[in-house]
């Protein structure tokens, strides 16, 4: 915990402390207190979250380790191996090839099996060629719920006159895309050009707005950060 801590401020401490040090800017106590109450607050929740990560990977072993072919125990201990982050990506054929150096056939059955016995799910709307699997957490595979949405979530879904298939959202699966409906209940979001999932709004931390684009992921809304692209700040040589 002392090191999350730590880590959390060092994270903000160039922006924060600058004005501390400046003479010229005048810091209220209670503003201080804000900071430091928040980086306490931000810490704690990494900490909870390493938790939960170190008792799934635990959980995930023990369910499915017995189970698993070398190649695909050497998988499962790379993607583990690189965080919770990494989990929330999943895997796809390319990455299983590129871990096991195995034929694609070879990693298309393996992929196979794993989906066979539980241990990964296919992420709605991906390609076939392209595909990709979220990689299932007991914890989470129990808080996924059913498998076909609710009527009042599908009610919703046929209000916004758009053809498609909508599923329930899984927990362990990272979403990517607008939110085209919401109400007190559920937010639907578009995944894919015909692939939408139903979100519980109680199981998210914060209201989704319809028309904003977004990651979700364990109940947290993302908004994309918006990175500068590279050469566009760059003046451009006179011609001659």
């Not at 993607?79 to 982050?85: E, Q, S």
């Not at 109940?219 to 918006?226: F, L």
Request: net charge positive.
């Amino acid at each position: 915990m002392t090191r999350t801590a730590g880590a959390q401020i060092g994270c903000q401490r160039p922006s924060r402390f600058w004005g501390l040090g400046c003479p010229k800017i005048y810091h209220e106590a209670e503003d201080t207190l804000d900071f430091f109450t928040k980086m306490a607050v931000d810490a704690q929740q990494i900490a909870l979250k390493q938790v939960d990560f170190i008792l799934d990977k635990a959980r995930f072993f023990g369910r499915f380790s017995g189970k698993l072919n070398a190649r695909q125990q050497k998988t499962f201990d790379v993607v583990f191996r690189r965080g919770p982050d990494r989990i929330a990506r999943g895997i796809t054929p390319k990455d299983y090839t590129k871990i096991t150096k195995c034929p694609a056939r070879t990693a298309g059955r393996d992929i196979a099996g794993l989906v066979e016995m539980g241990a990964i799910t296919r992420v709605p709307g991906t390609a076939t060629r392209n595909a990709r699997y979220a990689i299932t957490l007991p914890r989470q595979s129990q808080d996924a719920g059913c498998s076909e949405p609710s009527d009042q979530a599908q009610a919703l879904f046929q209000s916004t006159d758009t053809d498609g298939r909508l599923y329930p959202a899984n927990p362990s699966i990272r979403y990517d895309g607008p939110i085209v409906a919401a109400d007190g209940w559920y937010a639907i979001q578009r995944v894919a050009s015909q692939t939408f999932v139903a979100h519980s709004v109680q199981a998210l931390d914060d209201s989704p707005q319809v028309g904003a684009v977004v990651s979700i992921h364990h109940g947290h809304i993302i908004a994309p950060e918006r990175q500068e692209t590279r050469g566009m700040n760059k003046k451009r040589k006179p011609t001659t």
